[in-house]
Structure formats: structure tokens, C-alpha cells
């Protein structure tokens, strides 16, 4: 028996997981999901056919019962009828992964009023607002649910170009701690918890050289893989004495710096 299903009493768990279309860590954090017993909600804004495709898949290797949901996340009536949708296909809800997100390099001197506002209505608001119609639903249920945002290892250190996202990633810390409270006043067994991953899922087109840099970035001496942030995903939902928390996935790289002066040339 899936620990998932002891957790939440019962036999089949139901997931939403927001940025789950295309084939990215929302994906592989549905695949982990289903492998483990749950009945997966998928969501996509363009990648809908993607998603639909994935939830064939779901379905024929894991017999999960799985649906698609579609919609932006900068409509702010989206993340309460996503919640909607997937509350009426399966009778409950009870792990809420908000995983999409938009990110792409600008020079700050080309960061516009309306983009600031668009990283934070997709990145920070939609999260918030499906936090909320989530938390609506598992307060009346006796096992509660898990709520698990997708954080950035980086706001600690951050890169360049990147002056409207990280802000926006950035509060997904300080919410998940606020949200753990709001929440568990109303049921206990509601926890909010952050996965922060560090470098995982490179594109094909990484040079080897560059490959090789971000490896000897982290502790661990490599990239990590989707799977790594969804196996911390299930982990957050199955413990149920963690609450409140940002987890790094990241290999040690928001601790670490490969410029020898931690190792080597350190001088107290």
C-alpha cells in the first residue's frame, strides 16, 4: 500500500499539479504522484495537447485516473476553477503542487512596469490563490492535505538578468511560512511546504564545458534531475510532522561556491 494512501485514509489521493503539461519538473512531479497511488489533476496553459498525451500515459502505466485542466494563470478566476474541476471529477483534493512559473532572462534595463507585474500575478498571485481554494477544500476533510510550492534556490544568490523573477520567487518563501499558519488554524492536518531546486533539467544545448562548471557548482559534484525535486515533493506530502518549511534541493549549491575559498584556501 502506497504510504500516500495511509496518509490521506484513502485508497486513491487525489493531486493537482499547476505547470504540469510540458514535459518539465510539473511533469515528473505528476509521474511520481501517480506512481505512488494518487489520481492526478494535470494542468497546462499552451502545452494542452502535451498534457492530454501525459495523461494517457498516466493511465496506461500506473492506472491512474487522470484529467487535464487548462487555463492562465493571470486570469484570476483560473486557480479557483482548476480547484473546481478536479473537487468535481474526484470528490476531494488532497496534495495542491504549484509548480508553474515563467522565467526568462532580461536586462534590468529593459524590465518593464507590466512585466514586473506579470511574473508576480503568474509566479506569486495564481500560487496564493490556488493555496486558498485548496485549503477551502481540505479543511473539511479530516486528513487535511499538503500543499507543496516550487521555490528557486537561487533568490539567495541570485543571477543576473533575472531582476522581475527572482522577487516573485523570492516571496513564495515568506508565503509558504504565512500560508502554513493561516492554514493549519483552520485544520491541522493542512501543511504548506516549498521545494527550492538548484540546477536540474538542462537544455540539450548546454555546451559540455558549461556542463561541466555548473557539476562542480554543488557539493555532490553533478546536475540534479527532475526526479530528485518530485521524490522531495512526496516527501513533503507523506511527512506529516513538516510544515512551514523550504527545503534547497540543489545539491548544496546555495551553501557552496567552487571559487576555493571555502575549500583551500580558506583562512578562517
Known amino acids: 500500500m502506497s504510504f500516500l494512501k495511509s496518509v490521506f485514509n484513502c485508497d486513491a489521493p487525489v493531486a493537482l499539479i499547476t505547470g504540469s503539461g510540458a514535459p518539465r519538473v510539473g511533469r515528473e512531479i505528476a509521474t511520481e504522484l501517480a506512481r505512488n497511488g494518487c489520481r492526478i489533476a494535470l494542468h497546462a496553459n499552451t502545452s494542452v495537447d ?9 493511465t ?3 492506472q491512474s485516473d487522470t484529467i487535464v485542466t487548462q487555463g492562465s494563470l493571470e486570469d484570476d478566476g483560473v486557480p ?3 480547484v473546481d474541476e478536479t473537487v468535481t471529477a474526484f470528490g476531494r483534493l488532497d496534495i495542491l503542487v504549484n509548480s508553474a512559473a515563467i522565467w526568462s532572462p532580461t536586462p534590468i534595463e529593459q ?3 507590466a512585466e514586473m507585474r506579470r511574473y508576480f500575478e503568474i509566479n506569486t498571485v495564481a500560487a496564493f490563490l490556488c493555496a486558498r481554494a485548496a485549503a477551502d477544500v481540505m479543511s473539511d476533510q479530516t486528513t487535511g492535505g499538503s500543499i507543496v510550492n516550487l521555490g528557486d534556490w537561487a533568490t539567495v544568490r541570485p543571477y ?3 531582476a522581475a523573477y527572482f522577487p516573485s520567487k523570492g516571496a513564495i518563501d515568506v508565503m509558504t511560512r504565512s500560508l502554513a499558519v493561516e492554514f493549519a488554524s483552520r485544520n491541522a492536518a493542512i501543511r504548506v511546504n516549498c521545494v527550492k531546486p538548484g540546477p536540474v533539467l538542462l537544455a540539450d544545448e548546454v555546451p559540455d564545458q558549461q556542463r561541466l562548471k555548473l557539476c562542480a557548482s554543488t557539493l555532490t559534484g553533478g546536475i540534479g534531475t527532475a526526479g530528485h525535486v518530485a521524490h522531495a515533493v ?3 506530502c507523506e511527512n506529516t510532522f513538516v ?7 540543489d545539491g ?3 551553501i557552496y561556491s567552487p571559487d576555493g575559498l571555502q575549500v583551500g584556501e580558506n583562512t578562517g
Not at 51 to 57: F, H, K, M, S, T
Not at 243 to 249: E, I, K, S
Open 234 to 236: 512526496r516527501f513533503l
Open 252 to 254: 548544496g549549491r546555495s
Open 50 to 58: 502535451a498534457a492530454g498525451q501525459a495523461a494517457d500515459e498516466l
Open 80 to 82: 479557483q476553477r482548476l
Open 60 to 62: 496506461r502505466r500506473y
Open 243 to 249: 510544515n512551514g518549511v523550504c527545503l534547497p534541493v
Open 160 to 162: 543576473l538578468d533575472h
Open 111 to 113: 524590465v518593464t512596469a
